[in-house]
Each structure stands twice: as structure tokens, then as C-alpha cells.
């Protein structure tokens, strides 16, 4: 996982229950995308989640705001979303808005980073 000293400096800027949001979002890519590196860019407010180098190698960020976060998946136009998780209308990468820990846990959204996954292993082949 990414420095904790520099996701806590950039923690302390948001409220509570994003920071706790953002504890377990990380928490569950983490069991999500067993080996995955997470890095964090300060300046853009996010984290990043990848298997390999560059936009290609990433899987998925967390994009964090004053209101939640969102869970951007690369290649998410091309991936199935039978429950219309994503938003956003980017011919490449499309995002899952997450307000509450209990968004998480909701139907479709694993699959949505399992998918992406695959998707960044293809590339990475």
C-alpha cells in the first residue's frame, strides 16, 4: 500500500466520513486486487491501483471530493455493468460514485474491478 504518511496528510483535508470511506475503499481493492500497487498523487487527490506502468498498467483510482469518492475504472466503457453502476462519459475510463462504507457492498461493483483487472492484464500481455 501507498506511504500512510502522505495518505494522511492528504486525509486530514476532507471530512470524517469520507476519511472513513476511503479506509475501507482501500481496505476492500486491497482484497480485491491481491498484489496490485496503490500509489497516491498528492496534487490530483487521488489513489491509484496498477499492475504495471503507466496508464496501462493501472486498474482503478479513488478520486477523492468533499462528498465521497469516486471509484474510477480504466477501461470502464468497454466493461459490462449489467446494474449501471458507472457514470460518466469518457470513451475510455468511467467512475462508480461512492457516498457511504455501505456502497461498497453494492451488487455489481466487485465484478466491475475484477473486470477492469482482466482488462489491465490483457494490456500488460
Excluded at 500509489?39 to 506502468?53: C, H, K, N, Q, T
Excluded at 459490462?80 to 457492498?105: I, Y
Excluded at 477492469?116 to 490483457?122: E, H, I, P, T
Amino acid at each position: 500500500m501507498a506511504a500512510n504518511v502522505a495518505i494522511d496528510a492528504l486525509l486530514r483535508t476532507y471530512p470524517e466520513d469520507v476519511q472513513t470511506l476511503l479506509r475501507q475503499a482501500r481496505k476492500t481493492l486491497g482484497e480485491w486486487l491481491p498484489g496490485a500497487v496503490e500509489s497516491v498523487d498528492e496534487s490530483a487527490r487521488m489513489l491509484a491501483y496498477r499492475y504495471g506502468p503507466g496508464y496501462k498498467g493501472m486498474v482503478c483510482t479513488l478520486l477523492l471530493s468533499k462528498s465521497g469518492i469516486k471509484l474510477g475504472l480504466v477501461g470502464g466503457a468497454a466493461l459490462a455493468d449489467p446494474r449501471g453502476l458507472l457514470a460518466g462519459s469518457g470513451k475510455v475510463h468511467r467512475h462508480v460514485q461512492l457516498r457511504t462504507v455501505e456502497d461498497l457492498q453494492r451488487a455489481g461493483l466487485k465484478q466491475l474491478v475484477l473486470g477492469a483487472r482482466a482488462a489491465c492484464r490483457k494490456r500488460l500481455k
